[in-house]
């Protein structure tokens, strides 16, 4: 890109519109140096045919740590905040005001989450939405471990929220492998104070494979990945618990699948995480528990991949 603006933020997520491949967003970090006249959120919607400027900035005022379009109506962006919000734009506003928020033209968000009993308290990292062309549900994790679904219409109160917390058949599997000291001190010290309470999954990346609405992976700190559930009769959403990293885990990626043109069974069940560990690790969960190859980078923290 060849825009010359300096927003002195940084940049907390990327994502492409589903349905334009020419357009992609970019969500900031609040400014550096604090200032009266600036908005802590920011989210540019980019076209690569235009190069020099965004086509559309929305603004909050709450930092954004993760955005995306809404993969079943591009017109609609959804975001996440450090704050715990919840937060949805809708492009098609132009600069008419949106009913019941008068004076208010598309750059400002149309809905926002509640921060009741049920919902989140702690930041945001990890965005998806299930479902179908007419059903969708917002899946969101905080880094506290509560995970909450919302209905895209209406963030006033989730519609269901748990924490991620970790078994005890998870724990002690995981405790007994070695290379993980920071897993050991938290989960042994939580243990410690109580026999009935589980710690909590740290999450700082969700991904869903393609066309799944129940299994997920969650990336934690704690240096593990989870394999999860979103629906379960016992309330114990973590199944099974992959080792290998030494440091927090940045990003998840789930192989493609099924939409890609060149597709072989034996690639769709494959998993790509990165970590502060200098890492990018390949997994096959179905099969084994540690990974089938680590990338390594030489003295670099990997935060995507």
């Given at each position: 890109?060849?825009?010359?603006?300096?927003?002195?933020?940084?940049?907390?997520s990327l994502d492409?519109?589903?349905?334009?491949?020419?357009?992609?967003?970019?969500?900031?970090?609040?400014?550096?140096?604090?200032?009266?006249?600036?908005?802590?959120?920011?989210?540019?919607?980019?076209?690569?045919?235009?190069?020099?400027?965004?086509?559309?900035?929305?603004?909050?005022?709450?930092?954004?740590?993760?955005?995306?379009?809404?993969?079943?109506?591009?017109?609609?962006?959804?975001?996440?905040?450090?704050?715990?919000?919840?937060?949805?734009?809708?492009?098609?506003?132009?600069?008419?005001?949106?009913?019941?928020?008068?004076?208010?033209?598309?750059?400002?968000?149309?809905?926002?989450?509640?921060?009741?009993?049920?919902?989140?308290?702690?930041?945001?990292?990890?965005?998806?939405?299930?479902g179908s062309q007419?059903?969708?549900?917002?899946?969101?994790?905080?880094?506290?471990?509560?995970?909450?679904?919302?209905?895209?219409?209406?963030?006033?109160?989730?519609?269901?929220?748990?924490?991620?917390?970790?078994?005890?058949?998870?724990?002690?599997?995981?405790?007994?492998?070695?290379?993980?000291?920071?897993?050991?001190?938290?989960?042994?010290?939580?243990?410690?104070?109580?026999?009935?309470?589980?710690?909590?999954?740290?999450?700082?990346?969700?991904?869903?494979?393609?066309?799944?609405?129940?299994?997920?992976?969650?990336?934690?700190?704690?240096?593990n990945l989870y394999?999860?559930?979103?629906?379960?009769?016992?309330?114990?959403?973590?199944?099974?618990?992959?080792?290998?990293?030494?440091?927090?885990?940045?990003?998840?990626?789930?192989?493609?699948?099924?939409?890609?043109?060149?597709?072989?069974?034996?690639?769709?069940?494959?998993?790509?995480?990165?970590?502060?560990?200098?890492?990018?690790?390949?997994?096959?969960?179905?099969?084994?528990?540690?990974?089938?190859?680590?990338?390594?980078?030489?003295?670099?923290?990997?935060?995507?991949?």
């Amino acid at each position: 890109m060849e825009e010359k603006t300096d927003y002195r933020r940084t940049i907390t997520s990327l994502d492409w519109s589903p349905l334009n491949a020419e357009l992609f967003l970019a969500s900031y970090s609040k400014l550096k140096e604090w200032s009266m006249d600036e908005p802590d959120g920011m989210i540019n919607i980019y076209s690569i045919a235009m190069q020099t400027r965004p086509e559309l900035t929305l603004t909050c005022q709450y930092e954004i740590t993760k955005a995306m379009f809404n993969p079943y109506d591009s017109n609609m962006i959804i975001g996440a905040s450090t704050t715990g919000y919840i937060l949805v734009w809708d492009v098609r506003a132009k600069k008419e005001p949106v009913r019941g928020t008068e004076g208010r033209d598309r750059s400002q968000p149309i809905q926002k989450s509640c921060l009741a009993t049920h919902g989140h308290n702690h930041p945001v990292y990890s965005l998806s939405v299930l479902g179908s062309q007419t059903a969708q549900n917002i899946v969101s994790i905080s880094n506290d471990g509560r995970l909450c679904q919302w209905k895209p219409k209406m963030l006033s109160d989730p519609r269901d929220n748990f924490f991620l917390e970790i078994p005890n058949t998870v724990k002690d599997a995981t405790l007994s492998k070695l290379g993980n000291p920071l897993l050991s001190s938290t989960l042994g010290a939580s243990a410690s104070a109580s026999t009935t309470a589980k710690p909590m999954a740290s999450v700082h990346c969700m991904e869903f494979p393609e066309n799944e609405t129940d299994k997920f992976f969650v990336g934690a700190e704690d240096f593990n990945l989870y394999q999860c559930n979103l629906h379960s009769e016992s309330r114990i959403h973590i199944e099974s618990a992959l080792t290998g990293h030494h440091a927090p885990i940045t990003a998840l990626n789930v192989h493609p699948g099924a939409s890609q043109n060149e597709k072989r069974a034996d690639m769709t069940d494959l998993l790509l995480s990165s970590s502060m560990d200098w890492t990018v690790k390949l997994w096959n969960p179905k099969t084994r528990s540690t990974p089938l190859h680590s990338f390594e980078v030489s003295q670099e923290y990997i935060y995507d991949v």
